[in-house]
């Protein structure tokens, strides 16, 4: 198994915001589940990470929250993207793109200068 | 934006804090749940799908906390917190709070008081446009009346063309005027000024315009700038003032403005005026007599000139000046001449006795703040015990600190809070004292600077009172598995108390010191002699004289009314004798002159000597009481066609006829000024000596003095010196009722008995000792609390080793001793750090002493014997109740 690792400091927004995107509205198990799921259970994450996380994004206004029944017909606090929401996602992960290839040619095996 | 919007609901969260954990609970129950469900989906025994889903969490309660961190703002409602705890706290020990409150209440009111006094008259920028730039001029000379003789026109001409490091010279004379309404007549104080007077001050008017150099010389339409208290208070800030006609001293003057307000020097005036109202001012004798010295010069440094330029330039046009008009100088006066900042010149008389006030309230200050400190140690070791524990649940070093802090700011400010009360009572004595001083007295306010110092002063107590607190280290358990017992609190909080004991006992000796010197002061002031031999006598100055109209017909008709004045005062019921004279008894004379005496000629170098110029009708002297030593009074036929005679005092007589008898002598006023003044320099011959009076004050100098009669010279100045039977100031009244019907336009003021004449001139003084005074008792009694209170901690800290040693055999005696020892020391070293403190701050206040030495010895005697009773007294109590602790009690208790 691999080993386990925290999330990495001010990704965990963006993995939220990309959850609740492609899944929708989702209370806080289900957003924890799938990021657990999507990185092959490399990540853990506990609710002292989550929750936090999820109150801010909240605040800065990316998502609502409200109480909802869920599937198995339980209470459950259901986050949705708002359009603040949407934009912020489509802007981070651009400049996540952009960092990552910045990153990636850096430390890209080193050729020779001709 | 996303920042301001989570800001927004994170203060938000602050007031929903309720509500908001519910729903947290639920939510983070709502996910546990989930998980069990889906552990026991996946085949797990339910308790085993529990402890894995639990594991998992990260622990419920610190998701919450973590969560609540980022809803509200932790780190204000942490303190919000620790305040309401720190009001709690202080509530349940009122007395602790009260007697802390009002203890710094006292030191932060004296101090806010007595520093907005400071700011106002001494520290606060000039109104002026760069007033710091401003000089002020002075030229003195030795003897009495020298240490300020002014310039004449002619010596301000040769700065200004000397000394190119001055940018601008304005020239200014104080003159007095009576205004006249429909309804009334008032004197009013006002400066003749040169039309680049305001330029050069930096001045600018709130109405109006100012005086120009066009405004300068003969010919000129007479104009007046009125002050802007003046215009307040005689016009109520009438907007439609100027172009309006005053009526001065008869002559009409246009008021062509209003100045803003400023301080004006050397005191303050009403009304500025331009040269032309006064021919004096323009004739031949003001403007090319070097002698005729009545201008005050103020000037404005050059751009780039440094007042160390203006100096040495100032310097060498004067020995040119001195070089040229040999006469003019008369080499045994030491004429000379300082350039003083224009700030310091006006503070100057009020500084040393404001500095004194400041130094002794900051000395309050540190006795209040040592005196609290104190009691917050010793409440911080019956809180050790509290401390101890919430450090041991995790509270950490700083959070202690902090609720330390808040606690002790909320002591602070509350203590500031009736501070600024106390204050609020104070400004206004301290007004009305500075007004005696300086100019600037009605520029002390309580005003933002004022508070902000008094809000710096008590953050800074709080953040001392904070830091003299040792705190238990982060996670003792010693303590608490003692059992909690307290013990005797470490050596280091001990000895910090008793080195605060000992500071406030030495402060103390300083503060009574400089009490016990003022005092006595102020003690020897009243006994000083006046003179003479009664002080129920009703003065009223009363100046008839126009200056601009000197007549002899015109004088001729003044002292009709005089006269008039002096017969119908003398018929109303209880008065005994009426006198006329110039200048009123104990008041000092402003007109004098070089003396000589037939007959004596000066030895080489020595100064000329000068004498005041009195008159008196024949009945002065019995009216004031002045004693007649020798000869005869004026009499009745000493008239303007007779012959010439003179009364001299002790003094001149000393001076001039050591071992010869005076009478039948003949003196005359000598000198280039007399040119200047309607009074003769011929022979008169001495028919009479009186005794000395304190003229100016009891701390005067002796002063020589010629009397003429009243009715031989011009009545320059005139007044009446009323004698009755009893209660004489119940006849000020009628008095001022009769001469109101024979001059109606003439205004009477200050109509004082001798008393209340002495009365004024110590007055200041008295306030400024009183206060000392207060300062002192105030720093006694919070010493003595002190030294009993650290003394009575010290015994109950003791109990259990003074049980032993009684259950050793100790008596009560041996007890007694070693706590009475114990406070002995304190005491000791306390009184010999004041002593050595007193020392050096009588050397400062020399200046304010009188007829008392700075290291008097009875003085010095005595605030150590006085500290050193209440001190043993305060001792005694707790060595008492050491001496009563019954060992028995002691043992079992512990």
Redesign the interface.
Known sequence: MAEKQDVKQGTLALMILRTLEVLGPLHGYGVARRIEETSKNRLTLNYGTLYPALLKLEQEGFVTAEWRQSENNRRAKYYALTAAGRKQLARETREWHATADLIAAFLAPRRESP | M??V??AL??IAGVFTKHRADD??R???Q??L???I??NIRRGLHPDVARRQALL?????T??A???R???GLPWIESVAADMTYALRALRHSPAFTAVVVITLALGIGANTAIFSAVRGVLLKPLPHRDGDRLVYLRQSTDGPGGANVSFSVPEVRDFRNGAKSLGGIAEYSEWSHTLQSDNDAVRIDAGLVTGNFFAVMGLSPVLGRLTLPSDDGPGVPPVVVLTHEFWMKRFAGDSNIVGTQLRLDGASVTVIGVVQPAPFFPSRVDALLNMVVSPHHLSAQMVEARVHRMTEVIARLAPGASIEQARTEVAAVYARMQGEHKDAYDPGSHHRVAVIPFKDALGERARLTLWLLMGAAAFVMIISAASVANLTLMRGVRREHELVVRAALGAGARRLRRLLLVENLALTLMGATLGVMIAIGGVGLLTSLAARYSPRSNEIRLDVAALAFTLALSVAVALLLSFVASLPKEGTFASISAGGRRTTGSLRKHRLQRTLVVARIAVSVVLLAGAGLLTRTMIQLSEVSTGLRTEEVLTMPLSLLDPTRLSPEVDAANKALYDRMQREISALPGVIEVGLGSTMPLRGSSINFDVKVEGKALAAGQAVPQADFRTASPEYFRAAGIPLLKGREFSTTDLPGSARVAIINQTLADNFFAGEDPLGKRIAFTGEVLRFTPISGDWRTIVGVTGNTQDGGPDAGPRAVVFMPFAQEMAMLGGLVIRADSNVSALAAASTRTVRRIVPTVPIENVLTLAQIKDQSVAPRRLTAALIALFGILAVIIAAVGIAGVLAFSVSARTNEIGIRMSLGADRGTVQWMILREGGVLLAGGLAFGMVGAFFAARVIRGLLFGVAPHDPTTFIGVAVMMAAVGIVACWIPALRAARIDPAITMRSS
């Open positions: 996303r920042h919007r989570a609901a994170r729903d947290l639920d939510e983070l709502a996910h749940d989930m998980e469900t889906e998992a969490s990260g622990g419920l610190m998701a906390e973590a969560v961190d980022r809803r």
